[in-house]
């Protein structure tokens, strides 16, 4: 709809600019009841749903209301100029709408409307969001002495497709961590596709590393410039002592997120408490990352061991760096204690043996075992991985430098096959690895 809006838009601006240079004149009355009718139309499409009215549209429709009132003043006013019209002025004027359309429609573009993917279990999916408040950490992103507050967003099977169903019936537990700059609902097609097999999927909203993240009380949390600083200046290549540094902060944060929202939930799922909490089986926990936050899920099981399985999504183990010596980064020297299955795209696979802070992912590739699993998902790359091809595969085409083989859609729907299967045998102890191409 962005693009045939913007199409429709060039040729009534060139139309209207070769109106008047034929006649030699601004034709600012013709000019008004355009951009009236155009303000108009854009109403009623949206009242009547050919437009579904989001965040896409909020630059249009301000352009053109603005552009209306103007032109609502410009017909009252009789004295407006009718006189000659120099053809550079009426060139400027129709490349200067055209820019303010374009800018205006970028939203639109870069973000147009998608289906969801469909879910393929027996079970309806409902939602919830819920935030946390910790009170043993204050927030390091304010000046402030605030708790930090840590939002989760649930999604969990509601119904049953199939009769006799018990409903005493708990499910798994799988905790997802987004990535650097990622958001709660990264990868909610994942969220959805294992909710419907069987499965309370919590996605925490990390404040502060999150783009953005939103409380159940409606308050929203934009990401910390200086987080945003430090993401853009690591480099493990220049300077290892460095990295390290912010490695040890990220995994210090995003950790004690999980830990504490884990916490959390089994407090008031022991305890009785109604709503998700009631659904959930408080002894078999995965923990899902991507990025960034799947080298804060590989490091759970270091920490607690109550973790039943770990799926990384192109993520390094860095929080099994313990120094650094002779300008190469030091590994924990311990067998990783809990299944994980390590999911890359093409961005990665051809680098795991030349990034240094991958070398333990690349161990793995060398000593394979039995319950820690690589798999190369060809065909995309870093942010296919998540939902945003979905959202804007336009802008992940530009970020990746290509796009997916064969289409965005499959890769994710493949992804998310992969983290089912994996689930399924190590949470549930169903099913084999080999049916979606796992080893």
């Given at each position: 709809?962005?693009?045939?809006?913007?199409?429709?838009?060039?040729?009534?601006?060139?139309?209207?600019?070769?109106?008047?240079?034929?006649?030699?004149?601004?034709?600012?009355?013709?000019?008004?009841?355009?951009?009236?009718?155009?303000?108009?139309?854009?109403?009623?499409?949206?009242?009547?749903?050919?437009?579904?009215?989001?965040?896409?549209?909020?630059?249009?429709?301000?352009?053109?209301?603005?552009?209306?009132?103007?032109?609502?003043?410009?017909?009252?006013?009789?004295?407006?100029?009718?006189?000659?019209?120099?053809?550079?002025?009426?060139?400027?004027?129709?490349?200067?709408?055209?820019?303010?359309?374009?800018?205006?429609?970028?939203?639109?573009?870069?973000?147009?409307?998608?289906?969801?993917?469909?879910?393929?279990?027996?079970?309806?999916?409902?939602?919830?969001?819920?935030?946390?408040?910790?009170?043993?950490?204050?927030?390091?992103?304010?000046?402030?002495?605030?708790?930090?507050?840590?939002?989760?967003?649930?999604?969990?099977?509601?119904?049953?497709?199939?009769?006799?169903?018990?409903?005493?019936?708990?499910?798994?537990?799988?905790?997802?961590?987004?990535?650097?700059?990622?958001?709660?609902?990264?990868?909610?097609?994942?969220?959805?596709?294992?909710?419907?097999?069987?499965?309370?999927?919590?996605?925490?909203?990390?404040?502060?590393?999150?783009?953005?993240?939103?409380?159940?009380?409606?308050?929203?949390?934009?990401?910390?410039?200086?987080?945003?600083?430090?993401?853009?200046?690591?480099?493990?290549?220049?300077?290892?002592?460095?990295?390290?540094?912010?490695?040890?902060?990220?995994?210090?944060?995003?950790?004690?997120?999980?830990?504490?929202?884990?916490?959390?939930?089994?407090?008031?799922?022991i305890s009785g408490a109604d709503g998700v909490y009631r659904l959930i089986t408080i002894d078999t926990i995965g923990v899902i990352g991507h990025s960034l936050g799947g080298a804060a899920a590989l490091a759970i099981p270091r920490q607690r061991d109550d973790i039943t399985a770990v799926i990384a999504l192109e993520s390094p183990f860095l929080y099994d760096i313990v120094s650094v010596e002779d300008d190469e980064f030091v590994w924990r020297d311990e067998v990783y204690p809990v299944p994980v299955l390590n999911i890359y795209s093409d961005s990665a696979w051809s680098h795991l043996s030349e990034w240094a802070q991958y070398a333990e992912n690349f161990a793995l590739l060398s000593t394979?075992?039995?319950?820690?699993?690589?798999?190369?998902?060809?065909?995309?790359?870093?942010?296919?991985?998540?939902?945003?091809?979905?959202?804007?595969?336009?802008?992940?085409?530009?970020?990746?430098?290509?796009?997916?083989?064969?289409?965005?859609?499959?890769?994710?729907?493949?992804?998310?096959?992969?983290?089912?299967?994996?689930?399924?045998?190590?949470?549930?102890?169903?099913?084999?690895?080999?049916?979606?191409?796992?080893?």
């Amino acid at each position: 709809m962005g693009r045939l809006i913007l199409l429709v838009a060039f040729v009534v601006e060139l139309a209207l600019a070769a109106f008047c240079l034929t006649t030699r004149s601004p034709q600012e009355k013709a000019r008004s009841v355009i951009r009236i009718l155009g303000f108009a139309a854009f109403v009623i499409l949206t009242l009547t749903s050919v437009i579904q009215w989001s965040f896409r549209w909020f630059g249009l429709a301000a352009l053109l209301f603005l552009w209306s009132v103007r032109s609502l003043g410009t017909l009252g006013n009789a004295k407006a100029p009718t006189g000659g019209d120099r053809a550079g002025s009426t060139v400027f004027r129709a490349i200067t709408a055209v820019l303010l359309l374009f800018g205006a429609l970028t939203p639109a573009l870069v973000f147009p409307p998608h289906e969801s993917l469909a879910t393929t279990g027996p079970y309806s999916v409902a939602s919830v969001t819920v935030t946390y408040t910790d009170p043993q950490r204050i927030e390091q992103f304010t000046d402030g002495r605030e708790n930090r507050r840590v939002n989760a967003h649930f999604w969990f099977p509601q119904n049953r497709d199939k009769p006799n169903r018990d409903k005493d019936e708990t499910y798994p537990l799988v905790v997802f961590s987004h990535g650097g700059l990622g958001t709660e609902t990264s990868n909610e097609s994942l969220y959805r596709e294992l909710a419907s097999h069987g499965y309370v999927v919590c996605s925490i909203g990390h404040p502060y590393h999150a783009f953005w993240t939103k409380g159940e009380d409606g308050r929203t949390i934009f990401v910390s410039m200086d987080y945003f600083r430090e993401i853009q200046s690591e480099d493990a290549k220049r300077d290892k002592e460095q990295s390290l540094r912010f490695y040890r902060k990220w995994m210090e944060t995003r950790t004690g997120d999980i830990n504490f929202v884990i916490d959390m939930i089994l407090e008031r799922a022991i305890s009785g408490a109604d709503g998700v909490y009631r659904l959930i089986t408080i002894d078999t926990i995965g923990v899902i990352g991507h990025s960034l936050g799947g080298a804060a899920a590989l490091a759970i099981p270091r920490q607690r061991d109550d973790i039943t399985a770990v799926i990384a999504l192109e993520s390094p183990f860095l929080y099994d760096i313990v120094s650094v010596e002779d300008d190469e980064f030091v590994w924990r020297d311990e067998v990783y204690p809990v299944p994980v299955l390590n999911i890359y795209s093409d961005s990665a696979w051809s680098h795991l043996s030349e990034w240094a802070q991958y070398a333990e992912n690349f161990a793995l590739l060398s000593t394979p075992s039995g319950t820690a699993h690589s798999l190369h998902l060809p065909g995309a790359g870093h942010f296919s991985l998540t939902d945003l091809p979905l959202a804007s595969p336009l802008l992940v085409r530009l970020l990746e430098g290509r796009a997916a083989t064969p289409g965005y859609a499959e890769y994710v729907q493949a992804v998310n096959s992969a983290c089912l299967d994996f689930l399924e045998r190590y949470l549930k102890g169903q099913g084999r690895l080999t049916s979606r191409g796992l080893p």
